[in-house]
């Protein structure tokens, strides 16, 4: 009888690995269910929502409003990359991925939140035009540019994070398939590799800070000029107006951001002092909530939206 292999045994090109979920909570992870369940159901019908609004209603096809329309597109490809797969681990167990279906993932998962970080640096000078030079606005932010701004995205993603599923192919050999992570991501991939991963780990980081850091800076630029023309504004009520414009881009901003500050500073920083699971926990929190959140943020704080949703539910309900 041939011998199973063991933990530590060397594995050439598997065809498939292994995700586990959270690892270390045992049955108690199918309860997580109650919680990502309902974050991607929120997410499905929250963004579905608002792209159905601002297809159909006309008055939307505004520059910022497509700017949140290309946000919620990419929510809901980003919770769609993650979530079916999450619960299904979290409620079934652990279940194999084919390695190729496994870089696929990777390269979604990295990519659309590349794509995320760039399109919250867009709303953000979409806003700091809006208020600071208001009567060139129509001029500067047109439809075409805004189109032109979600390609060149798109475009930047795929080039910084098509590297990240190329650097883990090259590796034949790896010292198990059980990946301890509810997805594939890259980092917890290439800590299954036998071989030299310097340049997996410092790719990584770099991209990390480069991206997030590059698009931060420019967030932050950006509300440096809205705060200097607010405080132009000769009225406290022009100001609060002129900030109220903003209010929900801040929380959006912080939904994404905080989230991913802590779990990558934890996975950088505080392997030895955060538990694994915790990471994992934070990394998946992380994914699943901005999408959840974000159009619930946006269909409350917008009054375009909101008033469109509340027409578009009071015409349904009298209809019964």
Known sequence: MTEAPQPNSTFSCPTFFILTGIPGLGGVQAWLTLVFGPMYLLSLLGNGALLAVVQTDSTLHQPMFLLLATLAATDLSLATSIAPGLLAVLWLGPRPVPHAACLVQMFFVHALTAVESGVLLAMACDRAVAVGRPLHYPILVTKARVGYAALALALKAVAIVVPFPLLVARFEHFQAQTIDHAY?????????????????????????????????????????????????????????????????????????????????????????????????????????????????????????????????????????
């Open 184 to 320: 594939c991501a890259h980092m917890a991939v290439v800590e299954l590799v036998v071989g030299n991963t310097q340049a997996n780990n410092l790719y990584g980081l770099v991209l990390s800070l480069a991206v997030s850091g590059i698009d931060i800076l420019g967030i932050t630029g950006s509300y440096g000029l809205i705060a200097h023309a607010v405080l132009q504004l000769p009225t406290r009520e022009a100001r609060a107006k002129a900030f109220g414009t903003c209010s929900s881009h801040i929380c959006v901003i912080l939904a994404f951001y905080v989230p991913g500050l802590f779990s990558y500073l934890t996975h950088r920083f505080g392997r030895h002092t955060v538990p694994k699971p915790v990471h994992i926990l934070l990394s998946n929190i992380y994914l699943l909530l901005p999408p959840a959140l974000n159009p619930l943020i946006y269909g409350a704080r917008t009054k375009q939206i909101r008033d469109r949703l509340l027409e578009i539910f009071t015409f349904k309900k009298s209809q019964f």
